[in-house]
T-cell receptor, first 113, second 115 residues
Framework: GQQLNQSPQSMFIQEGEDVSMNCTSSSIFNTWLWYKQDPGEGPVLLIALYKAGELTSNGRLTAQFGITRKDSFLNISASIPSDVGIYFCAGSNYGGATNKLIFGTGTLLAVQP | GAVVSQHPSRVICKSGTSVKIECRSLDFQATTMFWYRQFPKQSLMLMATSNEGSKATYEQGVEKDKFLINHASLTLSTLTVTSAHPEDSSFYIC???????????FGQGTRLTVV
């Protein structure tokens, strides 16, 4: 099935560092979403973006919907140990024939105290 | 926020038996739900779209006779893995879109192990 290109694949950082990850697609979306998944759990929604160019924050997290509608990035500032997990981007075309989400390949984040 | 509940969280079954997984939207109605499969250290792969009151739409390569989907009400979708084999062992996750939005909320996932 189709997947979005997400980078980096993994990151190993020290507590307190900032983190940046991005997601690109060959096709456009009208919705970009960022999720975090802990081991053995379902993904949890972090940020939803609905407009090209939109910049949205949720606490220490900031995400942007790319102007071309083919990319998005997620920044985490001042990382803490509980930020550990796998982060997935997802794109969809809400209001189209289907609202199905297409997921990125994921970014594994490890934070060392 | 919207809550999606998935049950069971883990199940072990014998090869050749069938297993049913339930997905419920607890505080909103969902005319559409989605079923994903996730292998270790991989992303979520969409299996099928569950449509309330009509047939499910399956992604290419997913056997509809193997993975039976029923969406009998606006708050419940079920996935039945029929005649399970060890290669069906995986993490299955459902999701439901939030009404009026492009976002979706996910269930807790079901770890299926076929022995």
């Amino acid at each position: 099935g189709q997947q979005l290109n997400q980078s980096p694949q993994s990151m190993f950082i020290q507590e307190g560092e900032d983190v940046s990850m991005n997601c690109t697609s060959s096709s456009i979306f009208n919705t970009w979403l960022w999720y975090k998944q802990d081991p053995g759990e379902g993904p949890v929604l972090l940020i939803a973006l609905y407009k090209a160019g939109e910049l949205t924050s949720n606490g220490r997290l900031t995400a942007q919907f790319g102007i071309t509608r083919k990319d998005s990035f997620l920044n985490i500032s001042a990382s803490i140990p509980s930020d550990v997990g796998i982060y997935f981007c997802a794109g969809s075309n809400y209001g189209g024939a289907t609202n199905k989400l297409i997921f990125g390949t994921g970014t594994l984040l490890a934070v060392q105290p | 926020g919207a809550v999606v509940s998935q049950h069971p969280s883990r199940v072990i079954c014998k090869s050749g038996t069938s297993v049913k997984i339930e997905c419920r939207s607890l505080d909103f109605q969902a005319t559409t739900m989605f079923w994903y499969r996730q292998f270790p250290k991989q992303s979520l792969m969409l299996m099928a779209t569950s449509n309330e009151g009509s047939k499910a739409t399956y992604e290419q390569g997913v056997e509809k006779d193997k993975f039976l989907i029923n969406h009998a009400s606006l708050t419940l979708s079920t996935l039945t893995v029929t005649s399970a084999h060890p290669e069906d062992s995986s993490f299955y996750i459902c999701s439901a879109p939030v009404p009026g939005q492009g976002a979706a909320f996910f269930g807790q996932g079901t770890r299926l192990t076929v022995v």
